[in-house]
């Protein structure tokens, strides 16, 4: 069964930090990338960041350049993002996927149907 499971959201105050975790199983993992997507209520969803464990590619959203950063475990198969100096706009749950490599460049950020795996999400919110 494959699973992309979303760990480690919750509630901070502005300034904060928290790290999500993304685990995954049931599939190749050193045949896919990463992507961490997020979405605000009556926001579209918006492409955080995301990572090749084999190229060792990321990619950052103009939004969180600077504060977040995407990392992989492979050997646990696990794809982790370290949030700080969090915001209130950051607010949002956030969800990671899974695109292959073959599909990955510069565009993960538009996900779509090329995104093979989705996970459940994990609710972040940062208070003011």
């Known amino acids: 069964e494959v699973q992309l499971q979303a760990s480690g959201g919750g509630l901070v105050q502005a300034g904060g930090s928290l790290r999500l975790s993304c685990a995954a199983s049931g599939f190749a993992f050193d045949d896919y990338a990463i992507s961490w997507f997020r979405q605000a209520p009556g926001k579209e969803r918006e492409g955080v960041s995301s990572?090749?464990?084999?190229?060792?590619?990321?990619y950052y959203a103009d939004s969180v350049r600077g504060r977040f950063t995407i990392s992989s475990d492979n050997a646990k198969n696990t794809v982790y993002l370290q949030m700080n100096s969090l915001r209130p706009e950051d607010t949002a749950v956030y969800l990671c996927a899974a695109v292959p490599k073959t599909f990955y460049d510069s565009t993960w950020y538009t996900g779509g149907n090329k995104y093979d795996f989705w996970g459940q999400g994990t609710q972040v919110t940062v208070s003011s």
């Open positions: 990572i090749s464990s084999s190229s060792g590619a990321t």
